[in-house]
């Protein structure tokens, strides 16, 4: 009989319950009993949800992020947390964002470093790690959940994060090697594991997501002695990859001594026969045949004629289950009832994925007729989409086959375009300016709903939305920032916005998913051919112009980023609908310079998010990539500025490529990550200009004087002063306007400091 299992659910609830549970205990609304209270609902909840499945994951559940959960676990938080002293979940919090419920606001409590998760984009927070890093267990928390399970009956495998990948992710503070930790480390695993086991727990799957990247030969070694020292202990652990192919690490993944291994299968099949070959006799084998990134529904009947011949091969030794933990895909689908029903008959939230698992086991243990009626409504829906006219558009096809190269090349080089933009603008050394957004206040919000909902006419809002962007102008104004924003008031997302008015997207309601925290967001998808049927943010921007002499940033989104923040369509090449975006967006910078706008930016805070984890495939990338983003916004004069921006990822190895973005001035993260970047400037020789984001958005904390000049002065050893900007790292709208004026009051009052000294 097929075995079948879950990686993980997603944690924000159906009604993204979590989100508003912690901002209320972050608000000192509700106290830390209350906020268990809904964590242990949630769990339960979900549970119940995946009842159909032999095994249900328990220890997936985090109130903020399972990394930072298992560095808690581990006794690992940053030392600088941990001597504020107080509680365990205020030290958690404060790791987390640099404050905590109830809590005084320190200086010097800086949150941990937060990045992608791979290439998703779901944050975590960076495990720090030192020559002092010492690791005591403590699992009470998991084991609370383990109980609540067993009292409901739920027949649970618990999820851990893997040793070598904790490790690997991990940053270390000083210059010690971080498989130095390996062997405590362990240490502490096997007490854990064997903590499990006395708890009744027969099988861990152990998370092992680095095994599907390039690994150097030192952290291969470190795999075989990691689980050669666990293999010494009574729990079954299955080894669970994900995210891609094993590649040149099949053969020491089939190795290592544990009792199962799960791949990733979902898109990837052509590693099957190898690993049939190479694995072990008496070892389990759990394929991931489910996409737990995308949603759209599952070929099953194809899926079924590449599982049964492996089910006959190995009987009882195959599990399936989706590829990754469904932590990225919205909650169910079953609540989308106001969505186009045919698009909706294409798509599978994490609710019907653990459904299609549940058909598929049962059409493996019992046979196709046993499902027969799923499996003929799976094959209707899957026609209908091949068929629809609604997917193809003619003028788009034409469109592409039309681009040329010299549609993504700038008239004039960065030394010529520098010199008609100084004449124009006239901006001081160090000119300020935000990344785009101001706060989205409790207004705001219902002004949208309101209007979205019919009930305040289309007149009245725009109105509103005027009435917004003449305040925020106002406030920046006072503030003394340089170049302006318009505060993107009327935008629910930065990425949903557009998408709105792009044919070939379609909309869920309540397709929520975490990125981090408390922070949810909901991706929109893309179904069919792009294409902008009429310009979609000139009215505001230009209303906004309007209101100073200064010049205001037009802001839009770039292709990249519209793509990877979306759920894409699976039936073309993922670069072809780059292209199809690329186009839609050069119209609206277009529209935006013949307007006037002196300053565009074209966010790509997601360019990284999308690299392949394998080297060898990121020139391919990185060229559609770079290649659309300079379709976007290589149309303009020389005279018109090109900004892009950039957040929380590791950009030092693809430092060229973005070079190669050739926009006149780039804005990107720093403050966390402690200016690592402008170390990889150094070999590089950039010409541009850079504005290196001088203080954490996503912290509550107002940078100080000093901590702003310190880190330009830092950037000046890099890049001239002449060509530095001053900027915080991200957009401003999950802050409130009483966190914003302080801190860009002190973001400007550095900038006159550092012109006073340059």
């Not at 997936?60 to 001597?83: E, K």
């Not at 009882?316 to 079953?334: G, K, Q």
Request: net charge negative.
């Amino acid at each position: 009989m097929v075995t079948t299992h879950n990686l993980g659910f997603p944690r924000i609830g159906a009604n993204r319950e979590l989100k508003f549970t912690l901002e209320a205990y972050w608000q000192n609304k509700i106290s830390v009993k209350e906020l268990e209270k809904q964590r242990d609902q949630l769990c339960q909840e979900n549970w119940q949800r995946q009842i159909t499945l032999d095994y249900v994951p328990v220890g997936d559940f985090s109130f903020y992020d399972h990394v930072l959960d298992t560095s808690q676990m581990l006794g690992n938080l940053p030392q600088r947390i941990l001597s504020l002293g107080g509680e365990a979940l205020s030290s958690y919090f404060r790791t987390a964002r640099g404050h905590t419920a109830g809590d005084e606001i320190h200086a010097g409590s800086t949150a941990g470093e937060m990045t992608k998760w791979f290439n998703t984009n779901y944050h975590y927070i960076v495990p720090e790690f030192s020559a002092r890093t010492r690791f005591t267990l403590n699992a009470s928390h998991l084991i609370d959940q383990i109980k609540q399970a067993k009292i409901l009956g739920i027949k649970a495998k618990v999820v851990l994060l893997g040793p070598v990948t904790y490790l690997r992710i991990g940053k270390c503070t000083d210059n010690s090697s971080v498989l130095n930790l390996l062997p405590p480390l362990l240490n502490c695993y096997q007490e854990l594991l064997g903590l499990l086991a006395d708890h009744g727990i027969t099988w861990v799957q152990i998370d092992e997501p680095a095994l599907v990247t390039d690994l150097e030969a030192i952290w291969q070694q470190a795999y075989i002695k990691a689980y050669e020292t666990l293999s010494n202990n009574r729990i079954n652990m299955m080894l669970t990859t994900y995210f891609g192919t094993l590649g040149d690490n099949l053969l020491l993944s089939c190795r290592l001594p544990v009792q199962g291994l799960h791949v990733d299968m979902s898109q990837h099949q052509l590693e099957m026969p190898t690993l049939l070959k190479n694995l072990p006799s008496e070892r389990l084998l759990s394929l991931g045949v489910v996409d737990g990134r995308n949603i759209w529904k599952s070929d099953l009947h194809n899926i079924l004629n590449i599982l049964e011949p492996v089910h006959q091969a190995l009987g009882n030794r195959l599990w399936i289950a989706p590829s990754c933990s469904l932590l990225h895909v919205p909650v169910d689908l079953a609540r989308e009832s106001g969505m186009d029903t045919e698009i909706r008959s294409w798509l599978a939230f994490a609710q019907q994925k653990i459904e299609e698992i549940h058909i598929l086991g049962q059409a493996l243990n019992q046979g196709r007729d046993s499902v027969y009626e799923f499996l003929a409504a799976n094959q209707h829906a899957l026609s209908q989409r091949r068929a629809s006219s609604r997917v193809h558009n003619p003028e788009v096809t034409s469109a592409i086959a039309g681009l040329h190269p010299t549609m993504g090349t700038r008239t004039s080089p960065y030394a010529l375009r520098a010199e008609a933009q100084k004449q124009r603008l006239n901006l001081p050394l160090f000119p300020t300016t935000t990344i785009g957004s101001f706060p989205q206040t409790d207004d705001l919000r219902r002004l949208r709903q309101a209007w979205r909902c019919g009930d305040i006419a289309e007149l009245t809002y725009h109105q509103a939305i005027y009435d917004e962007i003449s305040l925020c102008i106002r406030e920046q104004q006072a503030l003394g920032l340089d170049v302006l924003v318009h505060g993107e008031a009327e935008r629910n997302d930065m990425v949903e916005y557009f998408g709105e008015h792009l044919r070939g997207y379609i909309f869920s309601q309540f397709g929520w998913v975490q990125s981090y925290g408390s922070r949810c967001v909901k991706p929109p998808i893309i179904y069919g051919d792009i294409q902008r049927p009429h310009p979609i943010t000139l009215p505001w921007i230009t209303y906004a112009q309007s209101l100073t002499k200064q010049p205001v940033k037009g802001m839009l989104t770039g292709p990249v980023t519209m793509l990877n923040w979306s759920f894409v369509r699976d039936d073309q090449p993922r670069s072809t609908t780059a292209r199809q975006l690329a186009l839609a967006i050069r119209q609206e910078v277009l529209d935006l310079e013949t307007a006037g706008i002196q300053i565009i930016q074209i966010d790509e805070a997601a360019l990284r998010e999308g690299l392949p984890l394998r080297r060898s495939q990121w020139t391919e990338y990185l060229s559609w990539a770079i290649e659309a983003f300079r379709i976007t916004a290589n149309g303009v004069s020389d005279a018109t500025q090109i900004h892009t921006h950039m957040c929380y990822s590791e950009f030092n190895d693809i430092m060229a490529a973005i070079m190669a973005m050739d926009a006149d001035v780039i804005t990107i993260e720093t403050s966390r990550s402690n200016a690592d970047l402008l170390k990889a400037l150094d070999n590089l020789n950039y010409p541009n200009e850079l504005g290196p984001g001088v203080y954490d958005i996503h912290s509550p904390i107002t940078p100080t004087l000093d901590q702003i000049t310190t880190l330009i002065q830092q950037t000046c050893q890099h890049i001239p002063a002449a060509r530095l900007w001053i900027n915080p790292d991200c957009g401003l709208k999950t802050r409130r306007w009483e966190e914003v004026r302080p801190a860009l009051k002190r973001m400007v009052e550095a900038a006159h400091q550092l012109r006073a000294i340059h």
